[in-house]
């Protein structure tokens, strides 16, 4: 069945939506996404989502396209129109189409292109990643210095993605000046002697809005929290490792660069993570 996707104001099936080729997210990828989970017919964390948005947007010299409330309605009814119960919501907004091609940002006034999709994924909360595990290995970091910008230039994610394919494994962690950055869509973690370690926040990553609510809740169960660069070495002699994203929430990894990261099998920290990450979000979700 086709879905309803969202574009510049019209709600039309999927096989109506019309970008320009002139677009500038088309051609410099200038334009800025969120992506939030829905549970139960709920949308997860949407105020860090939104705050989060703004933010990206101002660091690239863009306003908001329309307030918090008015983007919360829009979710919330494309949600409802394409009957999702499990699932996520895209958002993606650019710099808009200026008739042509050029480097310079088009004048002011040029609208802005707000696009909205539903991805269904029945089950979101319970895939065989998180009772099993995923495995990862490491790739340079070969991204833009601005990683803290959630920008649509994907392309150096998705080789990443694609070498972890082509390695066997689930994901990839990547690697700049000896230190674990993030996933290739995620932010990484490991646990040890009881310690959560993670990166610190910083223009070399993004802050996850899952991170954000799950050291929150790790820090009111009383768990330690370090926020500093790890290495993959750390990693591969941890007790426990695990990522989170609106996609992922929190789920385990199991194996690093091949080797089997504790005893292989998800550990208590991050087990325990995901039940409270999913019970508090299914409790605020709006
Ligand atoms: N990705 N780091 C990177 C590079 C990401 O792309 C993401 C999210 C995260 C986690 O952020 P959050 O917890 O706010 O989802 C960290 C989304 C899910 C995506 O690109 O599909």
């Known amino acids: 069945m086709s879905r309803i996707v969202y574009v510049n104001g019209d709600f039309v099936p999927e ?10 997210g088309f051609l410099m990828s200038d334009g800025i996404y969120e992506v939030t989970s829905v549970l139960g017919g709920k949308l997860v964390d949407f105020p860090g989502h939104a705050a989060r948005l703004e933010r990206s947007l101002n660091e690239i010299a863009m306003p908001m396209p329309m307030e918090a409330e008015a983007l919360l309605d829009l979710h919330r009814d494309l949600v409802a129109r394409n009957g999702i119960e499990d699932g996520l919501v895209y958002l ?17 006034g040029t609208p802005q292109s707000v696009v909205l999709f539903t991805q269904s994924k029945p089950g979101l909360a319970d895939g065989a990643a998180a009772r099993d595990g995923i495995s990862v290995i490491s790739v340079p970091d070969i991204r833009w210095g601005r990683r803290d910008i959630k920008t649509v230039q994907l392309l150096a994610p998705s080789m990443a993605k694609m070498a972890a394919k082509a390695a066997g494994a689930d994901d990839a962690w990547m690697v700049e000046d ?7 869509s995620n932010n990484a973690y490991i646990v040890k002697d009881g310690r959560i370690v993670t990166r610190q926040l910083g223009s070399e990553i993004l802050a996850g809005i899952t991170r954000a609510a799950v050291l929150r809740f790790a820090r009111e169960a009383q768990m330690t929290v370090e926020e500093r660069a790890f290495t993959i070495e750390e990693a591969q002699e941890a007790d426990e490792a695990f990522i989170t994203s609106a996609t992922s929430f929190v789920t385990p990894v199991v194996q690093v660069d091949g080797a089997t990261v504790g005893s292989g ?12 990450y999913l019970e508090e979000s ?3 979700a709006l």
């Open 282 to 284: 299914r409790k605020a």
């Open 178 to 184: 000896g230190a674990v950055t993030e996933g290739s």
């Open 92 to 108: 993606q907004v650019t710099r808009g189409n200026p008739q042509d091609r050029d480097f310079a940002f088009p004048p002011e």
């Open 15 to 24: 096989e109506e939506a019309r970008i320009s080729v002139f677009d500038r």
């Open 265 to 276: 099998q998800p550990g208590p920290v991050a087990r325990r993570l995901r039940e409270i």
